[in-house]
């Protein structure tokens, strides 16, 4: 991705590659390229210092949030041209304008805003239910993690896309906190029925 003066990443004419996936700054995501015009994306992703936008597939339809992903790996590639990648989420952005189609490749391209929600400050009570979490499903002695933060948190709760979607859409970082705070009770409030089932469930 290139870079203007000011060290920050160009935000016109970036690739973009809709998706009914919503990546987090930090998560690690594979996709199976196999389409012609991604193909063509790959190829030139080099030219965008291994980075492009993957604008959220809600419903059928593109939304204009998406994620700034950058390539981490590739893991296979095939004789027909078909790629296996890994990347990283950087930033959240805003798609400001989608073009369907690139004049001299296949691929949608378009322009975006970056949104600087790559780090978020995590409230005492977003700590304190991911404990509560934590005892009751992952279990971990967290002593021995350090760098636990607001998208550690989130990418550790088996969020479904849409609600990681939700999580991104609020315009504050006091909004997100909130949001993820009830997600991850809502997720102790599942895990606690799945535990009781388990509890009374015995054969006969």
């Known amino acids: 991705m290139m870079l203007n003066n000011k060290e920050q990443p160009l935000s016109e004419n970036l690739p973009l590659f809709p998706l009914g996936i919503m990546v987090m700054p930090g998560e690690v995501r594979f996709l199976h390229i196999f389409e012609r015009r991604y193909k063509n994306l790959f190829e030139d992703i080099e030219q965008f210092e291994n980075c ?5 597939v809600l419903d059928g339809k593109n939304s204009n949030t998406g994620a700034l992903v950058r390539l981490e790996k590739v893991l296979a590639k095939y004789p027909g041209g078909e790629v296996d990648i890994a ?3 950087v ?8 073009n369907e189609e ?3 490749r296949l691929y949608p391209y378009g322009d975006i805003e970056i ?3 790559n780090s978020v400050e995590t409230s005492d009570e977003l700590f304190k239910v991911f404990e509560k979490y934590n005892e009751i499903v992952l279990k971990l002695d967290l002593t021995k ?3 636990i933060n607001f998208y550690v948190i989130a990418n550790s709760i088996g969020l479904s896309e849409f609600e990681k979607f939700d ?3 609020r315009q504050t970082q006091k909004q997100m906190n909130k949001t993820l705070v009830y997600y991850v009770k809502l997720k102790i409030i599942l895990a ?3 535990n009781a089932i388990q509890k009374d469930y015995c054969l006969n």
Request: proline share 6%; hydrophobic share 35%; glycine share 6%.
């Open 102 to 104: 690139h004049p001299s």
């Open 167 to 169: 999580i991104l859409l």
């Open 145 to 147: 993690y350090s760098g």
């Open 52 to 56: 492009f936008c993957v604008p959220f």
């Open 91 to 98: 930033d959240i952005v805003t798609v400001k304008h989608y």
């Open 192 to 194: 606690k029925q799945q």
């Open 115 to 117: 949104l600087n929600k």
């Open 87 to 89: 990347v990283k989420g």
